[in-house]
């Protein structure tokens, strides 16, 4: 069995970094920042660009804290839970507010913590600790003290690591097909019925 720490122990300085405040600019002269926010946490646990939004962002201070880096996990505190690994499209982007930034230690695996927070355990481990029934919250001390599996490059990560990334490519691969799949179909419903595109 994977030994477990508190999630603060492996992260940078013990700290879980909350995103900004953020919302449509108040004047034309408020600079606008990419914001990822829930809705940009796609389900394979990577951040989809395409819902990265242009937004102001209300406190000054909190850009610095609520940037994103590439390797950071960004979790949402809110609602259903999910994770995202940032890459280098990221890099530069601020975190929305109902987002938090995991920015892990370099002897643990990023790519895998986010992997678990994706999982059924991670999920529910994250169900256990939130309050509220009709908008389930996480509290960042609650979040602090989870127990999470010490995964780590060293010992246990690459293995696992390159099994997970052998499923996202098989995932991605079915994706096409089956996108492809249902463009024959619709080709040939449309040359059978006369149709023409």
Do not use: W
Not at 7 to 17: A, H, P, R, S
Not at 65 to 91: N, P, W, Y
Not at 152 to 169: I, S, T, V
């Amino acid at each position: 069995m994977t030994p477990t720490k508190p999630l603060k122990d492996l992260l940078v300085e013990g700290k879980i970094l909350r995103g900004a405040h953020t919302g449509k600019p108040t004047s034309e002269s408020d600079p606008l920042y990419p914001v990822v926010g829930i809705r940009a946490l796609a389900e394979d646990g990577t951040v989809d660009q395409d819902n990265v939004e242009h937004l102001a962002v209300r406190t000054e201070t909190d850009i610095e804290r609520a940037r994103i880096h590439t390797g950071d996990v960004l979790l949402s505190m809110r609602g259903q839970f999910r994770a995202a690994l940032a890459d280098e499209k990221c890099e530069g982007h601020i975190l929305s507010q109902n987002l938090v930034i995991l920015r892990f230690r370099e002897e643990a695996d990023a790519a895998l913590m986010a992997e678990y927070f994706n999982s059924q355990q991670g999920r529910d481990a994250l169900a256990a600790l939130a309050r509220g029934t009709v908008l389930p919250m996480l509290s960042i001390m609650a979040l602090e003290r989870l127990e999470v599996p010490a995964l780590n490059r060293a010992n246990d990560g690459e293995g696992l690591a390159a099994c997970l990334a052998a499923y996202r490519e098989y995932e991605a691969l079915a994706r096409k097909e089956a996108e492809l799949t249902a463009r024959i179909k619709e080709a040939l419903i449309a040359d059978y019925l006369g149709v023409r595109r």
